[in-house]
């Protein structure tokens, strides 16, 4: 069974990355797609990381009362959470359920009403044609997102500390500044990548290479499609 | 001219297409009639390649799907148009992109010759001056004729409708069927239509078959229908009162009365 699904992957995965019937379309194609999963992503991204920055500075600098333990650690650990887990694991969940589900209801729609069908005999490459674009802009455009979700959080968390009186700027910017290491932000942004590319494409192959593989002639309905999200969210 | 030879498909271990065998003729309208449940459906998707038979080998002018690479079936299917029962229009593309897809996927055509193109086409089926409009935004009768329009924008060799009057008025299906009849003659095209409408028959049955099972059951034409006495056929054709009336009425004054 495992061994079935890891050929049908593979088989979609060749599919999938061939080179573009049309290039000029795959562009357009590309570009919605930033648009619509990236772009469109952002005030959300924003809103999250904004206000959990300052959810994190202020309940660490509630357990941080000791006189003996140095105010910059609150700058710190809000850096240290949001670098290295909050942005690039829980920004890239919200945004797995959120595309997921406006994935889901595209794709699932144009599977109902035949449209993948329609590209399949009229000799398009479907799966090339609606899941690379969709698969290389969540990987060329996330990063950029959680570029942004990791400032936000941490400007959110200066702003709440500042509001608060919890944390002076100076202990803050020294605090973020502490034992910093390059490569958290590589090793946040490599995770954010794995993260998308897994999400996507396996939401893409959960609704599109099932049917492509295992066709049995039933309609589907389009709860069904939400189950994939669903799924793959969790 | 698509040779269809000895055609199985089953789905879970139950049987759908049980050795089915058919010719369909260039230039002509097929037609596959059915039951619900007969296998028509199931029949055409294998010969759009969309359903992998278990057994039988399917052939367009000659050339044998099952041996062909991947490449070259994409090629035949630039050369099929299809009619899909619910039109399966881009909902996000306009008109006037619905039907410019095609050639902008698979020619070297520039905007304004697809352009010129797709009002050409509209002009076939009586609908100019919908380019800028969207699927969602025009009645089901002119979504059809959209569809219909995409279908043959790259002037196809095989044109396929699945179920073209369903959800139409009669007036609007009898268009359709019309339509579907000119454009098969203008294009020189091998239409098979998958319906179970019988005015559609009666209309432009040039060539029919009828599935039972899985099976074929029976061939002919349009006026055959009336002088077969094969059980199967009456039964479907002949299920509707007005319908038995016109046969007896047309057995009264003989085969070339119809």
């Given at each position: 069974m495992y061994l079935e699904s890891i050929g049908k992957y593979s088989l979609m995965l060749k599919q999938v990355f061939k080179k573009p019937q049309k290039r000029k379309i795959f562009w357009e194609n590309f570009f919605r797609e930033i648009d619509d999963l990236g772009i469109k992503s952002i005030g959300l991204v924003g809103f999250i990381s904004f206000f959990i920055g300052g959810v994190v500075t202020i309940q660490t600098a509630r357990n941080l009362s000791n006189p003996l333990i140095d105010k910059l650690y609150i700058g710190y650990a809000t850096f240290k959470s949001i670098v290295l887990e909050f942005s690039p694991t829980f920004i890239s969940i919200i945004l797995a359920g959120i595309v997921g589900s406006y994935i889901a209801s595209t794709i699932g729609t144009m599977r109902i009403s035949e449209q993948i069908d329609a590209?399949?005999?009229?000799?398009?490459?479907?799966?090339?044609?609606?899941?690379?674009?969709?698969?290389?802009?969540?990987?060329?455009?996330?990063?950029?997102?959680?570029?942004?979700?990791?400032?936000?959080?941490?400007?959110?968390?200066?702003?709440?500390?500042?509001?608060?009186?919890?944390?002076?700027?100076?202990?803050?910017?020294?605090?973020?500044?502490?034992?910093?290491?390059?490569?958290?932000?590589?090793?946040?942004?490599?995770?954010?990548?794995?993260?998308?590319?897994?999400?996507?494409?396996?939401?893409?192959?959960?609704?599109?290479?099932?049917?492509?593989?295992?066709?049995?002639?039933?309609?589907?309905?389009?709860?069904?499609?939400?189950?994939?999200?669903?799924?793959?969210?969790? | 001219m698509i040779e269809v030879n000895n055609l199985y498909k089953s789905f879970d271990g139950k049987p759908v297409l049980k050795g089915i065998s058919a010719v369909f003729e260039t230039g002509k309208t097929n037609m596959i009639i059915g039951r619900s449940g007969s296998g028509k459906t199931v029949f055409v998707k294998s010969i759009l390649g969309l359903i992998q038979p278990d057994k039988g080998t399917i052939s367009f002018d000659g050339r044998v799907w099952s041996n062909l690479s991947l490449p070259e079936q994409r090629k035949i299917r630039t050369e099929v148009g299809v009619v899909f029962q619910g039109n399966a229009l881009f909902d996000s593309m306009t008109i006037e992109e619905n039907i410019m897809f095609p050639m902008r996927m698979f020619t070297q055509k520039t905007k304004s010759e697809m352009k010129k193109r797709v009002n050409e086409v509209l002009e076939q089926v009586s609908l100019e001056g919908v380019n800028n409009k969207f699927p969602a935004e025009i009645s089901g009768g002119m979504q059809k004729r959209v569809a219909l329009a995409r279908a043959i924008v790259l002037y196809p060799k095989y044109l396929f409708c699945d179920e073209p009057n369903s959800g139409l008025d009669p007036k609007t299906a009898i268009i359709i069927d019309n339509l579907i009849h000119d454009l098969t003659v203008r294009y020189d095209t091998t239409t098979i239509i998958n319906t179970h409408d019988m005015n559609s028959i009666m209309e432009i049955g040039e060539k029919i078959i009828l599935l039972k099972d899985g099976h074929k059951q029976w061939e002919g034409n349009k006026s055959q229908v009336f002088f077969t006495d094969n059980p199967d056929l009456n039964d479907f054709v002949f299920s509707s009162s007005l319908f038995r009336k016109v046969k007896e009425l047309v057995q009264k004054e003989g085969k070339s009365s119809f």
């Open positions: 590209l399949d005999v009229m000799g398009v490459n479907s799966l090339n044609y609606l899941v690379l674009p969709k698969v290389l802009a969540a990987l060329t455009f996330y990063p950029f997102l959680i570029v942004i979700s990791m400032f936000l959080g941490v400007l959110g968390g200066w702003v709440a500390g500042n509001i608060t009186g919890m944390v002076l700027t100076e202990d803050y910017l020294k605090g973020i500044r502490y034992d910093f290491e390059p490569f958290d932000i590589t090793y946040a942004l490599i995770k954010t990548v794995v993260f998308a590319f897994y999400s996507h494409y396996s939401l893409l192959f959960r609704i599109l290479c099932k049917r492509r593989f295992t066709r049995s002639g039933e309609s589907q309905h389009p709860s069904g499609y939400l189950d994939q999200c669903n799924h793959n969210r969790i | -």
